[in-house]
């Protein structure tokens, strides 16, 4: 099951990647059972807590296309992206991307998962969107 969602960003794309590729604030914008952390430049091992399961998974990113892109570990059950395009005016849309598959709640469509994966993509967006207005708001933010 693909699930996708974009949003309008306050600041230029090179602010609102910097933002969504931080390891150390992606709590501040990720569903709360997901943590992140960097292994080395380009790439960070992320952990999912949902449903008391816990699943590992990789991101990579890249910073010359405004991308990450992150699949799970070991299966190939839930992958995605996020993608940075500018906008004219200084504003900037972001595009988020995923892949449920195999067997979980949300490859089956079954509407409390659907309902719930489409709620959480929207916050992150939503939260992502106030951490690029904070940081972009600070003297040096930009």
Do not use: C
Not at 4 to 9: D, G, H, L, N, V
Not at 36 to 62: I, L, W
């Amino acid at each position: 099951m693909e699930y996708e969602a974009s949003r309008t960003m306050p600041a230029d794309g090179r602010v609102v990647f910097d933002v969504a590729a931080d390891t150390a604030n992606m709590h501040r914008w990720l569903p709360g059972e997901i943590d992140v952390h960097e292994t080395a430049p380009g790439f960070a091992e992320a952990k999912d807590h949902a449903h008391g399961v816990d699943r590992e998974g990789v991101v990579r990113t890249s910073p010359e296309r405004f991308r990450l892109e992150w699949e799970s570990r070991g299966t190939r059950d839930y992958a995605g992206w996020l993608q940075v395009m500018d906008n004219p005016g200084g504003t900037s849309e972001v595009v988020v991307h995923l892949s449920f598959l195999g067997d979980q709640p949300e490859a089956t469509g079954e509407t409390q998962a659907y309902d719930h994966a489409e709620r959480e993509l929207r916050q992150s967006l939503d939260r992502l969107a106030q951490e690029v207005a904070r940081r972009a708001g600070q003297p040096g933010g930009s």
